[in-house]
């Protein structure tokens, strides 16, 4: 059974997006700043739209935190929508949709269509408002609370960009601290200067033809112990869970963890990690299966990689068909970023942070963090002399 639960609720020009975070364990402190901060991350990077100017994404606790620290109880948590304020009138929950306001020029690439033939309308605002990636804001919001539980656990995640068009940065070996800094510094979240000049330039020239571009972003977390997650079913396998979290972020398109799809194409010998003893410990000279053999962490780096296609939204919309004439047009066209790729970084930080934590608390249990420091302090010395 998972421990965590998180359910999100809100539309994109609602007054905010909600959301519950069940099963944190009681006595793990927070940091309000943090929070913030990760969900200033997303807002941020190079080809963001004008949504972003407007907003000024802030978290506030509804339940669950006391005096900085978890009680056990599900945390509730609200990001307030600033835009809903020229939303409100056409969004309010009880008045009728506003004559001649509809939507009924479906995007392609986007769920209108689809959404809208699923449910029998000829509006797609009501598909629209809930697709939307803002809903990631509070994915991001409860992905920061997961991440503080790992890090109590010793387990550091961060997430990087390594391709953004036809761009393709060098592969990051082994990061450290200058490593992080040049991250977090670039506008675009990649560790190489030089790629990061030639990634914003190419948004550029996306951005002049009124066109949009797609990338990879790549997450690591280190300090995870051997055997989170299981082999003995295919719905607790931990690969296929961070594939379901990956995948289930808007514009995601393909995910791969360690050599992934690279792996087809070679030789089993050039692809399995070998195995050594040294000082008493199992080592891996090599990482190419990303941390994980057989559903379960084996102890090395967890690494994943996630396509995210361009936004479909364009400045220069493509075709489309009206939903009521059935007349062509051109798509509708909302308010859009050129290239959303450093912000879904953040967003797939957090979608692994919370099924690392989903999985760690499976493995150590309790119902308080002293509880699982201490269930967790046991089973890695019991790894350590295994």
């Avoid at 951005?207 to 972003?217: A, F, I, K, R």
């Avoid at 399995?272 to 962490?297: S, V, W, Y």
């Amino acid at each position: 059974m998972s421990r965590l639960r998180l359910l999100t609720a809100g539309e994109s020009h609602g007054p905010a997006l909600t959301a519950i975070l069940e099963g944190m364990p009681h006595g793990l402190a927070l940091d309000e700043a943090a929070i913030n901060r990760d969900l200033k991350r997303r807002q941020g990077g190079y080809g963001r739209g004008g949504r972003m100017k407007i907003e000024s994404d802030a978290i506030e606790i509804l339940g669950g935190i006391r005096g900085g620290q978890t009680l056990g109880s599900p945390i509730a948590m609200v990001v307030r929508n600033a835009d809903f304020a020229s939303w409100a009138e056409l969004m309010d929950p009880w008045k009728p949709p506003i004559e001649g306001k509809t939507l009924t020029r479906p995007r392609p690439g986007h769920a209108d269509l689809a959404g809208a033939i699923k449910l029998g309308l000829h509006d797609a605002r009501d598909v629209l408002e809930r697709s939307s990636a803002r809903s990631t804001a509070v994915r991001v919001a409860a992905g920061a609370i997961c991440k503080a539980l790992l890090q109590a656990c010793g387990i550091e995640l961060f997430a990087h960009v390594t391709r953004i068009g036809e761009v393709v940065a060098p592969v990051l070996e082994r990061a450290d601290a200058a490593d992080f800094a040049r991250i977090e510094a670039s506008e675009v979240r990649c560790a190489d200067d030089v790629t990061s000049a030639q990634m914003i330039a190419a948004i550029q020239a996306a951005q002049h033809d009124g066109d949009s571009l797609g990338g990879v972003v790549e997450v690591i977390a280190t300090g995870a112990p051997p055997g989170l997650g299981s082999h003995v079913e295919w719905d607790r396998r931990l690969d296929g869970r961070i594939a379901l979290s990956m995948m289930s972020i808007q514009a995601m398109k393909g995910v791969e963890i360690g050599l992934g799809f690279e792996s087809a194409a070679k030789r089993g010998s050039f692809v399995h990690d070998p195995i050594l003893r040294e000082e008493n410990r199992f080592i891996r000279p090599t990482n190419h299966a990303g941390g994980i053999e057989g559903g379960n962490t084996n102890g090395e780096p967890v690494v994943v990689r996630v396509a995210m296609k361009p936004i479909p939204t364009l400045a220069r919309p493509l075709p489309s068909v009206d939903l009521t004439t059935k007349l062509p047009f051109d798509a509708q066209k909302e308010r859009t970023d050129s290239c959303a790729v450093p912000a879904a970084s953040v967003v797939a930080e957090a979608a692994l942070a919370f099924v690392l934590a989903d999985a760690l608390l499976e493995k150590t249990g309790g119902d308080s963090l002293t509880e699982v420091l201490r269930n967790l302090g046991a089973y890695r010395d019991a790894v350590a002399h295994y």
